[in-house]
């Protein structure tokens, strides 16, 4: 829980600005100039059509799984949207790691997570709402665990997880890190943050929000996910 509030502590607006103000003082002018290169050569990827495919059969919306925490609500169906069917998002809380049983991300060609994460620990985690009923759930619920993801090839092809810390691999094992658990257990390609990642409350889209949508408008578009 220490954790979980020090990650959050970096989501306030003041603290967000004062870390930005920071970035823009000891990021150099290359580094920007070669980003928006980047940009720009990505746009006109997306556009061309050589870089188009057919996408796999079975990549439709029933074929998804999308898992957010409950205060992310209405910025997760509208990511979840592009793949998906809204009213498929499971939220957390009321489900929670313990309880998902075979609600989790099993046979699933997609998978969409907007989830809390640690840099050291293993899980994801929800949030309650703050304006939401009280209940006996924690505040932030364990959402999912190492253990919920499915082995033998069945874990999802393609993940995206807007989790902090949800692609922070460094020193870890798929029993210490999801992100690792889900390429250990057959999926593809797992997109993630390795740091801090910030979002929206709802719309509009923002952050790690506008970049999940992106991705994945795109890759229904045939683009490669690498």
């Known amino acids: 829980v220490r954790q979980l509030k020090a990650v959050l502590a970096a989501h306030d607006p003041g603290s967000k600005a004062k870390q930005e103000g920071m970035f823009s003082a000891i990021l150099p002018a290359a580094a920007v100039s070669l980003f928006t290169q980047w940009l720009c050569a990505l746009k006109s990827a997306v556009g061309s059509p050589v870089a188009r495919a057919d996408p796999p059969a079975g990549w439709a919306a029933g074929a998804s799984f999308g898992y957010s925490a409950s205060v ?7 990511v979840f949207r592009a793949i998906g069917d809204p009213r498929n998002l499971l939220t957390s809380p009321p489900l929670e790691a313990a309880r998902l049983n075979g609600n989790g991300p099993t046979a ?12 050291d620990g293993p899980n994801w985690y929800g949030q309650r709402e703050p304006d939401g009923p009280i209940s006996s759930q924690p505040e932030y619920p364990v959402a999912l665990r190492p253990q919920d993801v499915p082995n033998s090839g069945r874990a999802p092809q393609i993940v995206f997880s807007e989790a902090c810390y949800g692609a922070h691999i460094e020193g870890k094992t798929p029993e210490s890190a999801l992100c ?3 390429l250990d257990c057959g999926a593809q390609a797992v997109i993630g943050s390795t ?3 910030y979002g929206s409350m709802s719309a509009p889209l923002l952050g790690a929000d506008l970049l999940g949508q992106s991705f994945w408008e795109i890759l229904l578009q045939g683009v490669p996910a690498g």
Not at 72 to 78: F, G, T
Not at 108 to 119: E, S, V
């Open 180 to 182: 690792l658990k889900f």
């Open 108 to 119: 699933r060609r997609l998978a969409y997570f907007n989830l809390h994460g640690i840099a």
């Open 72 to 78: 992310w609500r209405r910025a997760s169906v509208d």
């Open 195 to 197: 740091r801090i990642s």
